[in-house]
């Protein structure tokens, strides 16, 4: 119980500087609260299924197979894996990271990593519908256009500028997010 | 629910149940390993969805439009990478503040330098992309995010004046 309060208490500590600026009569103080209320429940509603898609993952597929789909070798075909999950996606950027840890552990390639999370960040279809229909046609198209090309060179570009301490750092996350899960 | 959440609750309980068919036990360890990267990350994710709201109490939409509004030029498109680097704000808030800004007079350019770093530059994440990533890796993917969000806002800026 100790722990768990310890663990979240910086959760709490946000929580009760909500709801001061909620009860201080700060103008702002409604829309912040519904702003994080709304938030709040998009997660708990599509985190939990997402989380369980990737157990499935996790214990069905098995490394082989994910690298011949999309490590280091899978080119063409494990890129386009990774736009089309990544735009598939629900949920803000930050719900992407938890995934990669799954997709790193299961051999899938830095780069084809970075594609997944550039996809889920600009490429999000539900995300492009409501930019169309705010900022219209052209303006998302443009931005469309140039996010794909962009996606993948610029993930190319990130892998190649990585040091040799950026990949032993990468690599002991997935070893300390494995021990967290197992 | 919009669709989008249904259609992903009816492919997980159709992966669930195909799963739990070919294999009670390795189902049952699938929502172990679930739950537990979902425990590990609930902290940090619940302090993100808070700061959310209290940025959200500062940095309003009017506050956005005073400073994304008024400034043009290269001087307006940085205050709008800045902001939209620092600030997390959901899509369905992001798109119609734009929208309104832009009958504002805001420009074009200043509008895509800030949804393009809103969306994929994350300075409130960073601690939690890293990690995932490690710092290295999670520094270098934002720096370059950043980079092309502005020099892509002046081509986005440029082409909605150019092309018909």
Excluded: C
Excluded at chain 2, 62 to 76: F, M, N, R
Excluded at chain 2, 84 to 112: D, E, R, V
Excluded at chain 2, 133 to 153: E, H, P
């Amino acid at each position: 119980m100790a722990a768990m309060i310890k663990r979240y208490r910086m959760f709490f500590l946000l929580v009760i500087i909500n709801l001061i600026i909620l009860f201080s009569g700060f103008e702002q103080g409604p829309i912040a609260f519904k702003a994080a209320a709304l938030n709040l429940k998009e997660m708990l509603l599509v985190l939990p299924p997402i989380f369980i898609l990737m157990g499935l993952l996790d214990v069905w597929v098995k490394r082989e197979t994910m690298i011949v789909w999309m490590g280091d070798k899978s080119g063409f075909k494990g890129m386009s894996l990774a736009f089309l999950l990544g735009s598939a996606a629900a949920g803000p950027l930050y719900a992407a990271f938890p995934i990669t840890y799954t997709m790193a552990k299961k051999g899938v390639s830095i780069t084809n990593i970075l594609v997944f999370l550039g996809a889920w960040s600009t490429l999000k279809i539900p995300l492009l519908l409501f930019e169309f229909s705010n900022l219209g046609v052209k303006f998302t198209l443009i931005r469309l256009f140039f996010n794909v090309f962009a996606i993948a060179f610029l993930s190319w570009l990130v892998k190649g500028l990585m040091t040799e301490r950026d990949h032993r750092a990468f690599e002991e996350s997935i070893v300390k997010n494995d021990a967290l899960s197992d | 629910m919009n669709w989008f959440n249904i259609a992903l609750y009816l492919v997980s309980v159709l992966a669930v149940g195909i799963s739990f068919v070919k294999d009670k036990q390795k189902t049952r360890m699938a929502f172990k390993k679930a739950f537990k990267s979902l425990e590990n990350i609930l902290p940090a994710m619940l302090v993100i969805l808070m700061v959310i709201g209290v940025t959200m109490a500062w940095i309003t939409p009017e506050v956005i439009s005073s400073l994304i509004g008024e400034s043009s030029g290269i001087w307006g498109v940085m205050v709008a990478s800045f902001l939209g680097s620092i600030t997390l704000i959901p899509g369905f808030i992001a798109f119609p503040l734009a929208a309104n800004l832009l009958k504002l007079n805001a420009g074009y350019t200043q509008m895509a330098a800030f949804i393009s770093t809103l969306m994929m530059v994350g300075v409130v994440t960073f601690q939690m992309e890293t990690k995932y990533l490690g710092a290295g890796l999670a520094l270098k993917r934002n720096v370059a995010a950043f980079i092309y969000s502005v020099l892509i806002a002046f081509v986005i800026g440029g082409l909605m004046i150019w092309l018909p």
